[in-house]
T-cell receptor
Framework: DAGVIQSPRHEVTEMGQEVTLRCKPI?????LFWYRQTMMRGLELLIYFNNNVPIDDSGMPEDRFSAKMPNASFSTLKIQPSEPRDSAVYFCASTLGPNYGYTFGSGTRLTVV | AQSVTQPDIHITVSEGASLELRCNYS??????LFWYVQSPGQGLQLLLKYFSGDTLVQGIKGFEAEFKRSQSSFNLRKPSVHWSDAAEYFCAVGPLGAAGNKLTFGGGTRVLVKP
């Protein structure tokens, strides 16, 4: 299995631009999570999906952030408009269930200038 | 609400020495417990997990962890550290049997290995 696949690995964009991060979970995993990691705040859960349905989006910072999971094999996290304070590493993770823990992708390092 | 505390932000250890990383959790019942490792520029990798049974669990890369209910702790140990163990380590807790599988992560402990 190729694991959780995220793209792009690195993204540099200008303030005000739209950014879309992509994630392909492991086939058969029914839960998907988006995390943000910064030095100041550590790992923050933004949103998670169970069977493609958003379960908890209380971690989404504000309306500029949105996430979708149109099918079991694909999810996007969109920031519009982006701001410098959104600069972080964004991780996607998936899991089969409570017994298994998460499998993380390699992350997308976002820099907003 | 569940929470996880990793009291040590940084630990420096000599290669070949033993390592112990502390993790304390707050939860009303026995939770799922996990340790993850993050190497620079990488995602988090699962080292080991505990749900029930033997309180000493073995993981990958020679790591083990011990669940102590009375202390609400799940400390990670390795008898002899290798230079490749330099990384950041995260403890995580999740509710048993809950739908949605949501984990709460600690703040992490960064391990530096001296030659």
């Amino acid at each position: 299995d190729a694991g959780v696949i995220q793209s792009p690995r690195h993204e540099v964009t200008e303030m005000g631009q739209e950014v879309t991060l992509r994630c392909k979970p492991i086939s058969g995993h029914n839960s998907l999570f988006w995390y943000r990691q910064t030095m100041m705040r550590g790992l923050e859960l933004l949103i998670y999906f169970n069977n493609n349905v958003p379960i908890d989006d209380s971690g989404m910072p504000e309306d500029r952030f949105s996430a979708k999971m149109p099918n079991a094999s694909f999810s996007t996290l969109k920031i519009q408009p982006s701001e410098p304070r959104d600069s972080a590493v964004y991780f996607c993770a998936s899991t089969l269930g409570p017994n298994y823990g998460y499998t993380f992708g390699s992350g997308t390092r976002l820099t907003v200038v | 609400a569940q929470s996880v505390t990793q009291p040590d932000i940084h630990i420096t250890v000599s290669e070949g020495a033993s390592l112990e990383l502390r993790c304390n959790y707050s939860y009303g019942a026995t939770p799922y417990l996990f340790w993850y490792v993050q190497s620079p520029g990488q995602g988090l990798q699962l080292l080991l997990k505990y749900f029930s049974g033997d309180t000493l669990v073995q993981g990958i890369k020679g790591f083990e962890a011990e669940f102590k209910r009375s202390q609400s702790s799940f400390n990670l140990r390795k008898p002899s550290v290798h230079w490749s163990d330099a990384a950041e380590y995260f403890c995580a807790v999740g509710p048993l049997g809950a739908a949605g599988n949501k984990l709460t992560f600690g703040g992490g402990t960064r391990v530096l290995v001296k030659p």
